[in-house]
């Protein structure tokens, strides 16, 4: 395990607990329901063979298999993967790197990789993990990746009332290479330009790429109306326009985290390799 891999798993075990990540804060509701909503959408039909990489504790895994579909769960975490084991129901779980999948070639109908393009900062790493999630999945079949938006954090910190001048400092830094300050309380992280995923999608052989922005272009106002009277109508609204504006090309990046969904080439759509 390379340095990097050893600081995900100290962040996730002794620093962060992914487990309630998703029911905290109204950002992570609307990423959580638009999720489930376009993975029910893009999807084969159950009982599809889905491998999650990155799962985590099983979050989306368990909504996965109450639908009916057969789901094997990956994750660099040791805790994360013992989590997903020992739940309800438990899920078939291994411990491996998503850039080094310990599975045969075209074994799923999709693969998803909900979590490790968030900490892979070098580019050659993410396509290694896009490839391999290319691998396992069968010719005709769909790989799902997210990715953090460039502009997340400075719009949260705004909406939050925590952008301070060190904050807009990180912003501009951040619009030139998308690497987090290492000396930020987060892990090692990269924030995508919505091309860029593209692009990324595309090297790894990828086709019929669209991008989702999962929460919408109101997350923001959700997180800013949190703990007063119009909690709830606001989150509505953030919701209804999140489902709206999904794809619209002009509001993508406004989302708090993308969602790149993909088909892996059937054998006769494959490019020639010569040599």
Same mark, same amino acid.
Request: with cysteine.
């Given at each position: 395990?390379?340095?990097?891999?050893?600081?995900?798993?100290?962040?996730?075990?002794?620093?962060?607990?992914?487990?309630?990540?998703?029911?905290?804060?109204?950002?992570?509701?609307?990423?959580?329901?638009?999720?489930?909503?376009?993975?029910?959408?893009?999807?084969?039909?159950?009982?599809?063979?889905?491998?999650?990489?990155?799962?985590?504790?099983?979050?989306?895994?368990?909504?996965?298999?109450?639908?009916?579909?057969?789901?094997?769960?990956?994750?660099?975490?040791?805790?994360?993967?013992?989590?997903?084991?020992?739940?309800?129901?438990?899920?078939?779980?291994?411990?491996?790197?998503?850039?080094?999948?310990?599975?045969?070639?075209?074994?799923?109908?999709?693969?998803?990789?909900?979590?490790?393009?968030?900490?892979?900062?070098?580019?050659?790493?993410?396509?290694?993990?896009?490839?391999?999630?290319a691998r396992v999945t069968r010719p005709?079949?769909?790989?799902?990746?997210?990715?953090?938006?460039?502009f997340a954090g400075p719009i949260d910190f705004a909406a939050t009332g925590r952008?301070?001048?060190?904050?807009?400092?990180?912003?501009?830094?951040?619009?030139?290479?998308?690497?987090?300050?290492?000396?930020?309380?987060?892990?090692?992280?990269?924030?995508?330009?919505?091309?860029?995923?593209?692009? *990324?999608?595309?090297? $790894? /052989?990828?086709? !019929?790429?669209?991008?989702?922005?999962?929460?919408? %272009? @109101?997350?923001? +106002? =959700?997180?800013?109306?949190?703990?007063?009277?119009?909690? *709830?109508?606001?989150? $509505? /609204?953030?919701? !209804?326009?999140?489902?709206?504006?999904?794809?619209? %090309? @002009?509001?993508? +990046? =406004?989302?708090?985290?993308?969602?790149?969904?993909?088909?892996?080439?059937?054998?006769?759509?494959?490019?020639?390799?010569?040599?």
């Amino acid at each position: 395990m390379d340095q990097h891999s050893v600081d995900i798993v100290e962040y996730y075990t002794f620093r962060y607990s992914e487990n309630a990540r998703l029911d905290a804060r109204p950002q992570a509701r609307l990423e959580r329901t638009r999720t489930l909503e376009l993975l029910r959408d893009l999807l084969p039909p159950p009982p599809a063979r889905v491998l999650d990489v990155g799962g985590g504790t099983g979050e989306y895994a368990r909504a996965l298999v109450a639908a009916g579909h057969q789901v094997r769960l990956v994750d660099l975490v040791p805790s994360h993967v013992a989590q997903a084991a020992g739940g309800q129901p438990a899920l078939d779980a291994v411990v491996a790197d998503a850039r080094e999948l310990p599975e045969d070639d075209d074994r799923f109908d999709a693969t998803l990789l909900l979590g490790p393009l968030y900490h892979l900062v070098h580019v050659e790493d993410r396509l290694k993990a896009l490839r391999e999630a290319a691998r396992v999945t069968r010719p005709g079949g769909r790989v799902v990746a997210a990715a953090i938006s460039r502009f997340a954090g400075p719009i949260d910190f705004a909406a939050t009332g925590r952008l301070t001048e060190t904050a807009v400092q990180e912003a501009r830094a951040l619009l030139t290479d998308g690497v987090n300050d290492p000396r930020s309380s987060f892990a090692p992280a990269y924030f995508h330009r919505v091309e860029e995923l593209v692009d *990324e999608c595309r090297a $790894a /052989g990828l086709t !019929d790429i669209v991008v989702h922005g999962l929460e919408g %272009p @109101a997350w923001s +106002a =959700a997180e800013a109306a949190a703990n007063g009277p119009l909690s *709830e109508v606001v989150f $509505a /609204g953030a919701l !209804d326009l999140a489902r709206v504006y999904t794809s619209e %090309p @002009a509001l993508i +990046a =406004a989302s708090a985290h993308l969602l790149a969904t993909g088909l892996v080439p059937k054998r006769d759509e494959q490019p020639l390799r010569l040599g």
